[in-house]
């Protein structure tokens, strides 16, 4: 039974930084076909904000701009994203997702990140 564990979600003000982390219960990334996040804003659809391949290609939606950076730790099993420049436009639900090499999808529960 695959698990992901989030935390590092926060309120915070515009231009500062938060580090989102994101723990498999089995696997660590470069043992998956891919991880990484997504978050749901207030009256928005879900969206893609940065996935990583189990080769370690690294891939950012637009609106990140650079302000994001995915990193890994394979022995903790662990994703982080790095999150610096914060808008209020970034405020959601940030969830981490996992797609297994048998193509198992699996959520976390989300985080909250809130910037004012």
């Known amino acids: 039974h695959v698990q992901l564990v989030e935390s590092g979600g926060g309120s915070v003000r515009a231009g500062e930084s938060l580090t989102l982390s994101c723990k498999h219960s089995?696997?660590?990334?470069?043992?998956?076909?891919?991880m990484g996040w997504f978050r749901r804003a207030p009256g928005k659809e879900r969206e893609g904000v940065a996935l990583?391949?189990?080769?370690?290609?690294?891939t950012y939606a637009d609106f990140v701009e650079a302000r994001f950076t995915l990193s890994r730790d394979n022995a903790k099993n662990t994703l982080y994203l790095q999150m610096n420049s914060l808008k209020p436009e970034d405020t959601a639900v940030y969830f981490c997702?996992?797609?297994?090499?048998?193509?198992?999808?699996?959520w976390g529960q989300g985080t909250q990140v809130t910037v004012s």
């Open positions: 089995k696997f660590p990334v470069n043992g998956l076909y891919c």
């Open positions: 990583a391949d189990g080769d370690g290609s690294l």
């Open positions: 997702v996992s797609r297994g090499r048998d193509d198992f999808v699996g």
